[in-house]
T-cell receptor, first 115, second 111 residues
Framework: NAGVMQNPRHLVRRRGQEARLRCSPM?????VYWYRQLPEEGLKFMVY????????ESGMPKERFSAEFPKEGPSILRIQQVVRGDSAAYFC?????????????FGPGTRLTVT | GQSLEQPSEVTAVEGAIVQINCTYQ??????LSWYQQHDGGAPTFLSYNALDGLEETGRFSSFLSRSDSYGYLLLQELQMKDSASYFCAVDRMDSNYQLIWGAGTKLIIKP
């Protein structure tokens, strides 16, 4: 019974490159959330997606960041032209449906380092 | 605006009891969740309160007072493995289905 899977676990990118983070939700879960966390800080909501739909992207920067959750395959968080300030841990979480979104299951995170 | 306040750090002794408080000010409220996160790890769900009162799950209990906009997480018989950060998060059950997160409380346990 696999939990939420994220890959890669660690990602190093040079400034200006693209970062692509993947998240496979728990089996049976159709709701995905992406969060960013800086060291010693709390979770910052970025985007909430359902299959093929972005429900809420109010926490995501308007430029360089995009997210998708296609009908088939994992959810992708894409960061174009990365800058040093993008270095953080990015967590994906999933929930089975909208009625239980208060109980989210988190993946192990992707630690992005921009050099 | 939306805000949740938690102490940034709490220190306790192994075997003791500790309470981590969370006060919230949000437009709309349906319930309060608690999550645990070990250093370098992922947050894990601990509990959820939608009704006033105490919910007990083993050594951990969570309390909610809706009239006071206040909740707490109570950890009993502390073990070293309980050293972690603890986050409260408000569920407003609004159309955005988005939790509002506190900044977290780092719990340090001393032998």
């Amino acid at each position: 019974n696999a939990g939420v899977m994220q890959n890669p676990r660690h990602l190093v990118r040079r400034r200006g490159q693209e970062a692509r983070l993947r998240c496979s939700p728990m089996k049976g879960h159709s709701h995905v959330y992406w969060y960013r966390q800086l060291p010693e800080e709390g979770l910052k909501f970025m985007v909430y997606l359902q299959k093929e739909n972005i429900i809420d992207e109010s926490g995501m920067p308007k430029e360089r960041f995009s997210a998708e959750f296609p009908k088939e395959g994992p959810s992708i968080l894409r960061i174009q032209q990365v800058v040093r300030g993008d270095s953080a841990a990015y967590f994906c979480a999933s929930s089975p449906d909208s009625s239980t979104y208060y109980e989210q299951y988190f993946g192990p995170g992707t630690r992005l380092t921009v050099t | 605006g939306q805000s949740l306040e938690q102490p940034s750090e709490v220190t306790a002794v192994e075997g003791a009891i500790v309470q981590i408080n969370c006060t919230y000010q949000t437009s709309g409220f349906y319930g309060l969740s608690w999550y645990q996160q070990h250093d370098g790890g992922a947050p894990t769900f601990l509990s959820y309160n939608a009704l006033d009162g105490l919910e007990e799950t083993g050594r951990f209990s969570s309390f909610l007072s809706r009239s006071d906009s206040y909740g707490y997480l109570l950890l009993q018989e502390l073990q070293m493995k309980d050293s972690a950060s603890y986050f409260c998060a408000v569920d407003r059950m609004d159309s955005n289905y988005q939790l509002i997160w506190g900044a977290g409380t780092k719990l340090i346990i001393k032998p």
